[in-house]
């Protein structure tokens, strides 16, 4: 299976603005869980800023509970290019191993979705549907990588290549471009923080006895419940500024990764994992709760903005099975 992700996406990473550090390579817990153990700083430093960093600060600003941060305070991380596995995964006990490709494709995602806002308000989320098709089906162009593949795609929708060079350059659509990688990014570490804090590594052992259907069934409500957790945390953490349900799009586009893998047997997909739409439809219902319950007058445009982008999203799901 091609990438075509890493070298672009280093490249785009660096565009973030992280601070490098020169001692700043993760702790690679064991390198045997990777094919390549990736040390470029640039993805390390992003990856930590979310895992240390963000979680450190929840925990001392009290959004996380002592025993969440007891379970999880000494648990180290791994940056892996592992053949597009476009995965992460959590080793118990130890840490978690991202992999790059997974990381540079849910950056490249956060291009695509603002990109298709600026060029389209009747059609915001044709390029970022143009770019995860690309991956799913492993269309031709690939190795050219995704941020390559998003351009192609606003220039055959009308966009001059003057116009994407200054709409990229654009400190505005940065700064939009950030906060959807970050809310990306934040959703996949407290994800996998949250099966520690869960106690899921118990409950996995408890269930080996289960037949295959009762075991498999037991495994994805596990993943439901780090996927509320998840949102939980966000949405407790983004209360104290606008109440804004953001974290949705971190959900989605993590699931939109999964996806991939989903549609290539070669790959190695978690039947541990519940299906990217029934991932979607959940984590719909959670955020729509949770605007429910915000005193807000935003809240019917939050409400609204949530219901278009799951029908547009369990819509493209729809459209890759059919494919298939």
């Known amino acids: 299976m091609k990438s075509g992700l890493l070298p672009t996406a280093t490249f785009a990473l660096l565009s973030l ?34 895992y240390h960093d963000k979680a450190r600060q929840l925990a001392d600003d009290g959004l996380l509970s002592n025993d969440f941060w007891q379970k999880n305070k000494d648990l180290v991380f791994s940056v892996c290019d592992n053949g597009a596995m476009y995965d992460s995964f959590l080793v118990h006990g130890k840490g978690v191993v991202f992999d790059a490709q997974m990381v540079g494709f849910l950056y ?30 492993q269309a031709p162009g690939l190795d050219a990588g995704p941020l390559a593949i998003i351009e192609q795609t606003l220039l055959e929708r009308g966009a001059s290549e003057a116009f994407v060079t200054g709409m990229t350059a654009d400190p505005d659509f940065i700064r939009r471009e950030r906060t959807l990688f970050a809310q990306a990014m934040y959703f996949l570490v407290m994800h996998e923080r949250c099966h520690v804090a869960l106690d899921h590594r118990a409950r996995r ?50 699931v939109a990764t999964q996806s991939i893998v989903a549609n290539h047997p070669e790959l190695p997909a978690q ?22 319950g915000q005193d807000s007058d935003i809240a019917p445009y939050y409400d609204a903005t949530v219901r278009g982008t799951a029908d547009y999203f369990l819509g493209l799901l729809a459209e890759l099975r059919a494919h298939d």
Do not use: W
Request: hydrophobic fraction near 45%; charged fraction near 20%.
């Open 17 to 50: 603005g992280a601070v490098i550090h020169p001692i700043s390579a993760a702790v690679h817990f064991d390198s045997s869980l990777c094919e390549v153990v990736v040390t470029d700083p640039a993805f390390n430093d992003i990856v930590r800023e979310f």
């Open 108 to 137: 490249a995602q956060s291009r695509a979705l603002v990109a298709g806002r600026y060029i389209s308000a009747e059609f915001p989320f044709a390029v970022h549907a143009k770019l995860v098709t690309a991956f799913v089906r």
């Open 205 to 254: 052992g408890r269930i080996k006895q289960l037949d295959d259907a009762a075991r498999t069934t037991a495994e994805q409500q596990m993943e439901f419940e780090a996927d509320r957790c998840a949102l939980d945390i966000i949405n407790a953490d983004e209360s104290r500024y606008d109440n804004s349900p953001i974290a949705y799009f971190g959900v989605l586009m993590t």
């Open 271 to 292: 039947t541990s994992h519940p299906s990217p739409g029934a991932r979607i439809s959940a984590a719909t219902d959670s955020v729509l709760a949770y605007i429910a």
